[in-house]
């Protein structure tokens, strides 16, 4: 498959490559049209698609020649087939004989398939203004398939609409669905009613564009916004074809027919013609030519090119015949070393160039195919060159011979800082469509430097790629490539992608002064971790470097590592070259608006444009990562190379410069040089920007017609597609060439900004505000900022066009180029159009184009009741006397809103903040209230659940009121339930007075002791034991021979009753904490000193099941389990804390509720008494208590 930019061309008119391809008017008719027909085209379709393609470009002829009013038609076209077809076969038998021919250049007609948007209709690809010719015009091969001659007259009227963009850079004359820029309709401003935006009044149906009579300034159509309201015919009688009265009208009633010439892809044939005089013996120059042409011919020519070599001084010979290039054989070592050892001792002042290229053609015409569609690549100083008429010689020669010159200038030798010189080569590469390359002179005493040797390489190896057919002839792609200084013995690290549409084979190189600059660490890592040594490396000392293939390179990111030993004026230099592949190909071509090589940046009026297009396939691929780089060559004043000069390029669609959006063209400015006049190579870079590139889907709709396909029109400002999908990665680089730049030496500011060509407008009907948006333009063209923005209001088209009218105040402050910008404006003027027009200034004064205008009309406001205010005065805040009409004052702002819409918003904000005031204040009430309603139920849900009998020995006790009352008297906190149920201490008291209850009774004791004898004996400061608790009223509680049920408030302590001695623990010790966590031990009166252990004491208490469920059983418990103990150890067994189960006792079958009380924390015991209880092995254990309150 083959990409459009990589289209075979061969084209066999004497004319060759000029700004079009060969194409040009001679009196009156046409003459090198080139068409080419891609692969995607099958063979079976070849008489179909040719017999179609004859039909139509026969009545585009008469239909040209209508149109121009008998001014043009077509004479000779040149169709290029695909390399592919067989024209010796059935489906492609040609009356014709096709002419095998090896020219590559841009068609300008492409026959392919379908495109995504415009389908198989003809479209053209316009890249820059208005005027100027369009890149090339394509349209589908199954077009060309039909039948009838009605579809052929069809086929014709639309190609005679492409050639009017194509050739004369006129641009559409209508409007498009939902584009911002040109719509369907406006609003006619004789009437005010909206009609269609397109021409009407067409007094012959196949001319495509308006009279100029009938054509309409004021419609806003992609034509009137580049060309400023100039007709199209207007545009046409100025250009290149019929400009100064050339091409005049003819009596002729019809054309003649146009003639055919078919040709074909052959292997492409290269003559190298080098200078050999004694200038070329300065430190390692020869050298240098030597081991670059030997690079050149050993690995980047492709197979099957035929390559001579020819040597001149005061005269010429040929060193090395043409001969086929082959790798299995030793025909590229043979031709690569044939330059002789030693430059000739003739001086450069005695060379005859012409000498050299008439030997370079005898070279070239030994076999059939001859010298047409040949290069011949020139490598000369540049210096010494032959006369004009030596020069006008080669020239003729060239032409008759149709031949491409590509010129190599080594060494170019300037003075550091000094301005350009010119090698007088110029007229000739323009003349034979060919390139210059420019390798400037960088020695180092009697050394040259490495930079200088690559440098030529890579002007050999863009010759040979730009003079192939890429694609078809295997010639290498760029893939990385950087230099790394010496100086500083490190470890030159990088990294480069190989991706899907490369070929399977890749190679590496490192390229070196002397070989001992490069260490002995040169190591290359595939994606998966493979590590390729240098052991496994190849060394070419005839071309100074040291390479590796990878004959099947796996996909991914690739790094590498490479010792630097370089001196610190020399470096290394490393390169990635792989073939592209034959399913997938990513393709990327760069040129200018310029057609010449010395560029002079001291004219404002003629700009140059850089423009990349960057095509997967046959499709462009949008919002990839495009930068090109200037670089000037030669070294300045201190001795150091310049820097280089990045351009980011953009497909943004703003108009100035880049066209349409969309079509995958990225463009931008040539930057001011100011004071910077030299040589500056050209390249650029493309790559799937980190994975934000994509490209749009060929065809989403495989089934579809191609009649339906036929109705789709495109495009305004951008082309939409439908569907897309991400691209792959990939990265891809080429060199333009040298660009010759004349810059202002002054400092002079003459640049001004670019044209703002996105302007619109939008009318709020309520408001009753105008809403401007435009993208800023740039300080200099479309670099950096403007200074500021003048804009106008007029009553008429022509009025804005003149920038005359009422000076827009309050314009706001220009930003960033790119970035988009609005004003709002307050108007007075209603039910009539008012036109508007925008510009930018620079700093210097230097005043951008107009804009494109944009129209608005108000409707008159709604009668409404008159509000009597105080009369007040409003004075001007500007002065009134401005050369192009009084200014328009806005109303006050705040942040661009008028204070009506400041207060309509403050309003409703603080609406807003009441509403939700009364919403928050309403639900804290209905919370609240809520809570003490539950709080109320649950009172009295806890009332009368339990009667408990608390009796003590103590003489004073607190109550819950803090009043000291009689130990000797019972206190009863008896209640019932709503059901008549009791309820316990735990359920009725508060936490504050379950926690008072047991802090008084650790401060009465510190709790018994067990002893053996289970008495229990008192300490001499012991005043009463723990309380006992009378159950009066209990709950069914689970027994051995009562199941177990599930209760919603915990269940009470309630041991298995066993009688005297006090038996061990009556529950198994729970695992779930140590005796260490239980908090310390905290004397009454005191805070506790631990709020953690209660925590946690609490919930180990709350995870444990009911203790009628363990066993009792001493065995299953440890034998060294701690008492809890105080400080002083009880004397005496205590007596029972519990009374006995009652055997009478009565149950009330009710569900007890759940109430969630933190338990008393047991105090830590002492170190003395764990001592004792560990010493005495026979006494029994306290289990611990928990729920003391709780029966």
């Known amino acids: 498959m083959w990409t459009i930019d990589k289209l075979l061309l061969i084209v066999l008119a004497a004319q060759l490559v000029n700004s079009q391809g060969g194409l040009k008017l001679v009196n009156n008719g046409y003459e090198g049209l080139a068409v080419a027909i891609t692969n995607d085209i099958p063979q079976e379709h070849c008489n179909q698609v040719i017999h179609g393609l004859k039909?139509?470009?026969?009545?585009?002829?008469?239909?040209?020649?209508?149109?121009?009013?008998?001014?043009?038609?077509?004479?000779?076209?040149?169709?290029?087939?695909p390399p592919t077809w067989r024209t010796d076969s059935l489906t492609c038998s040609l009356l014709t004989p096709v002419t095998p021919l090896s020219v590559p250049i841009d068609s300008h007609v492409h026959v392919t398939s379908a495109h995504p948007v415009f389908g198989v209709?003809?479209?053209?690809?316009?890249?820059?203004?208005?005027?100027?010719?369009g890149d090339y015009i394509q349209l589908g091969g199954d077009l060309l398939r039909a039948t009838t001659n009605n579809t052929y007259d069809h086929v014709a009227q639309l190609l005679m609409a492409e050639w009017s963009k194509f050739?004369?850079?006129?641009?559409?004359?209508r409007g498009y669905p939902d584009d911002p820029l040109y719509p369907l309709t406006y609003r006619d401003p004789t009437t005010n009613n909206p009609v269609p935006n397109r021409c009407t009044t067409r007094q012959n149906p196949i001319v495509p564009f308006c009279p100029t009579a009938s054509h309409n300034p004021e419609a806003p159509t992609k034509h009137n916004a580049q060309c400023i309201g100039r007709s199209a015919w207007d545009i046409i009688e100025h250009s290149e074809d019929f400009n100064n009265g050339s091409n005049k009208i003819t009596n002729g009633t019809a054309p003649q027919m146009p003639s055919f010439t078919f040709v074909q892809e052959a292997p492409p044939r290269f003559v190298f013609v080098v200078e050999d005089t004694a200038v070329m013996n300065l430190q390692q120059r020869w050298e240098f030519v030597r081991k670059a042409v030997r690079r050149v011919m050993v690995y980047d020519v492709p197979d099957g090119a035929h390559v001579a070599l020819v040597i001149f001084n005061s005269q010429a010979k040929t060193t090395a015949p043409l001969m086929k290039m082959e790798s299995m054989s030793d025909v590229r070592q043979r031709v690569g070393s044939s330059l002789p050892r030693n430059p000739s001792p003739v001086p450069e002042s005695n060379k005859c160039i012409?000498?050299?290229f008439q030997q370079g053609l005898r070279a070239l015409n030994i076999d059939s195919p001859g010298t047409a569609g040949s290069t011949v690549i020139l490598v000369t100083t540049g210096k010494g060159t032959a006369s004009q008429d030596e020069l006008d010689e080669m020239e003729r020669l060239a032409k008759q011979h149709r031949v491409r010159v590509e010129a190599v200038i080594y060494p170019v030798t300037e003075n550091r800082g000094t301005a350009t010189t010119t090698h007088g080569l110029e007229s000739l590469i323009k003349a034979t469509g060919g390139s210059s390359f420019t390798v400037m002179d960088e020695g180092v005493g009697n050394d040259s430097k490495v930079n200088m040797m690559v440098a030529l390489m890579n002007a050999l190896f863009s010759a040979v790629r730009h003079s192939s057919l890429p694609g078809t002839s295997k010639v290498p792609v760029l893939i990385h490539s950087?230099?790394?200084?010496?100086?500083?013995?490190?470890?030159?690290?990088?990294?480069?992608?190989l991706d899907d549409s490369l070929g399977p084979s890749a190679r590496f190189s490192v390229f070196y002064y002397d070989l001992n600059h490069v260490g002995n660490?040169?190591?290359?890592?595939?994606?998966?971790?493979?590590?390729?040594?240098?052991?496994?490396?190849q060394?070419?000392?005839?071309a100074n470097v040291i390479f590796v293939n990878i004959p099947k390179a796996e996909r991914g990111i690739w790094t590498y590592q490479v010792e630097n030993r370089a001196d610190s004026h020399q470096g290394l230099h490393i390169q990635v070259v792989a073939t592209e592949s034959e399913a997938r190909q990513i393709s990327i071509r760069l040129w200018t608006s310029s057609d010449q090589s010395i560029i002079n940046m001291t004219d404002s009026m003629t700009p140059v444009r850089v423009y990349a297009e960057v095509k997967d396939g046959l499709v462009p691929v949008l919002n990839a990562r495009v930068t090109a780089r200037l670089q000037r060559l030669g070294t300045n004043t201190t001795g150091s190379n310049y820097n280089s000069i990045v351009v980011e390029l953009f497909d943004n669609g703003f108009g100035d410069p880049d066209i349409t959006g969309g079509d995958g063209v990225y463009s931008r400015y040539l930057p001011a040089l100011k004071g910077a006049s030299g040589h500056y190579e050209l390249s650029v870079t493309a790559d799937n920007n980190n994975g934000l590139a994509h490209s749009p889907v060929t065809d989403a709709f495989p089934g579809r017609t191609y009649s339906e396909r036929d109705k789709i029109t495109c495009c305004g400002s951008r082309i939409k597609y439908e569907y897309i999908k991400p691209v792959n990665a990939f990265q891809r680089s080429t060199v333009y060439g040298v660009l010759d730049i004349v810059s202002p030496n002054n400092g002079i500011d003459i640049v001004p900004p670019n044209r703002i060509l996105d302007l619109r407008s939008h009318v709020n009907q309520t408001s009753r505000e105008v809403s401007l948006r435009w993208t800023a333009p740039g300080d200099d063209y479309d670099w950096d900022r403007a200074y500021h923005y003048e804009g106008v209001l007029a009553n008429s088209w022509a009025e804005a066009k003149a920038f005359s009218g009422e000076r827009i105040s309050g314009m706001p402050g220009p930003v960033l180029v790119g970035t988009e910008q609005s004003l709002i404006l307050q108007i007075d003027k209603y039910e009539q159009t008012i036109y508007v027009a925008i510009r930018g200034v620079d700093e210097a004064g230097n005043r951008g184009g107009v804009s494109n205008i944009a129209s608005f009309w108000l409707p008159t406001p709604p009668t409404t009741p008159t509000v009597v205010t105080s009369p007040k005065t409003l004075e001007p805040t500007i002065n009134l006397a401005q050369p192009l009409g009084h200014e328009v004052f806005q109303p006050v702002r705040v942040a661009g809103l008028s204070l009506e819409d400041v207060a309509?918003?403050?309003?409703?904000?603080v609406g807003f903040l009441i509403i939700m005031a009364a919403l928050t204040t309403f639900c804290y009430c209905h919370v609240a209230r809520h809570r003490r309603q539950q709080h109320k139920k649950d009172q009295e849900r806890m009332e009368g659940n339990r009667n408990v009998m608390i009796k003590t020995n103590s003489t004073l006790m607190v109550g819950d009121e803090g009043q000291d009352s009689v130990d000797s008297a019972v206190k009863e906190e008896a209640g019932l339930s709503k059901d008549g149920r009791p309820i316990s201490p735990m359920q009725s008291w508060g936490a504050s007075k379950l926690l008072q209850e047991h802090e008084r009774r650790i401060s009465v004791t510190s709790g018994p002791n067990m002893e053996v004898s289970g008495s229990l004996s008192h300490c001499q400061n012991f005043q009463d034991p723990f309380p006992d608790v009378t159950l009066i009223s209990t709950h069914p509680y689970p027994t051995a021979q009562t199941p177990s049920t599930t209760h919603s408030d915990p269940p009470a302590y309630h041991p298995t009753y066993l009688p005297e001695p006090h038996p061990s623990y009556s529950y198994p010790y729970h695992p779930g904490y140590s005796h260490e966590e239980l908090p310390p031990y905290t004397p009454p009166g005191q805070p506790s000193q631990s709020s953690q252990a209660s925590t946690v004491y609490t919930q180990e208490i709350g995870s444990q099941p009911s203790e009628m469920s363990y066993q009792s059983d001493p065995s299953n418990y440890p034998t060294e389990m701690p008492s809890i103990t105080a400080e002083i150890p009880y004397c005496q067994a205590p007596p029972p804390m519990y009374i006995p189960y009652p055997e009478q006792a009565s149950f009330m079958p009710h569900a007890p509720v759940q109430v969630k009380v933190p338990p008393p924390v047991a105090p830590k015991p002492s170190a003395s008494a764990r001592a004792a209880a560990v010493a005495s092995p026979t006494a029994s254990v306290e289990p611990k208590r928990r729920n003391v309150t709780q029966v």
């Not at 039909?55 to 169709?79: C, D, K, M």
């Not at 050739?167 to 004359?173: A, D, I, K, L, T």
């Not at 660490?521 to 490396?537: C, D, E, F, R």
Request: with cysteine.
């Open 482 to 497: 950087y230099a790394y200084p010496g100086g500083i013995a490190s470890m030159a690290t990088g990294s480069f992608n």
């Open 167 to 173: 050739r004369w850079g006129v641009f559409e004359e």
């Open 121 to 133: 209709r003809p479209w053209t690809q316009q890249s820059q203004g208005c005027g100027h010719h």
């Open 521 to 537: 660490t040169v190591q290359l890592t595939s994606p998966s971790g493979q590590t390729i040594a240098s052991v496994n490396m």
């Open 354 to 356: 012409l000498c050299g």
């Open 539 to 542: 060394e070419d000392g005839d």
């Open 904 to 909: 309509v918003i403050s309003g409703s904000v």
């Open 55 to 81: 039909s139509v470009l026969r009545e585009f002829s008469n239909i040209l020649w209508t149109s121009t009013e008998g001014r043009a038609f077509l004479r000779q076209v040149t169709v290029a087939l």
